[in-house]
Nanobody, 127 residues
Framework: QVQLVESGGGLVQPGGSLRLSCAAS????????MGWYRQAPGKQRELAAT?????????????YVADSVKGRFTISRDNAKNTVHLQMNSLKPEDTAVYYC???????????????WGQGTQVTVAS
């Protein structure tokens, strides 16, 4: 019921930057948490970053980034537009992966929360 569309992946040289975006649409009541996982070839999927609304009246957020990307990646969101962004700076070859957006939320006033996933976007860091 919630669709996620990612954009912004591509090929970048080491040390470069990319900005991933993910837009949620469909039947949305609330999405407390959005974020990004990534999966490198031959490796398990890794949680990269999340951002959670802590107050909806005057939107404030709590964010998490994995130690492997701390200081280089920044997550942000526009709650009014149901979008989340991942700004990736100082990229390294080991950041090469498919990046998946996710949204944890619900489609109505019930307590039925679920997680929706994007299709994934490839990020390749190579010279």
């Amino acid at each position: 019921q919630v669709q996620l569309v990612e954009s912004g992946g591509g090929l970048v040289q080491p040390g470069g930057s990319l900005r991933l975006s993910c837009a949620a649409s469909g039947r949305i009541f609330s999405i407390p948490t959005m974020g990004w996982y990534r999966q490198a070839p031959g490796k398990q999927r890794e949680l990269a970053a999340t951002i959670t609304i802590t107050s909806s009246s005057r939107p404030t957020y709590a964010d998490y980034v994995a130690d492997s990307v701390k200081g280089r990646f920044t997550i942000s969101r526009d709650n009014a537009k149901n979008t989340v962004h991942l700004q990736m700076n100082s990229l390294k070859p080991e950041d090469t992966a498919v990046y998946y957006c996710f949204a944890f939320g619900k489609s109505d006033a019930s307590d039925n929360y679920s997680t929706s996933w994007g299709q994934g976007t490839q990020v390749t860091v190579a010279s």
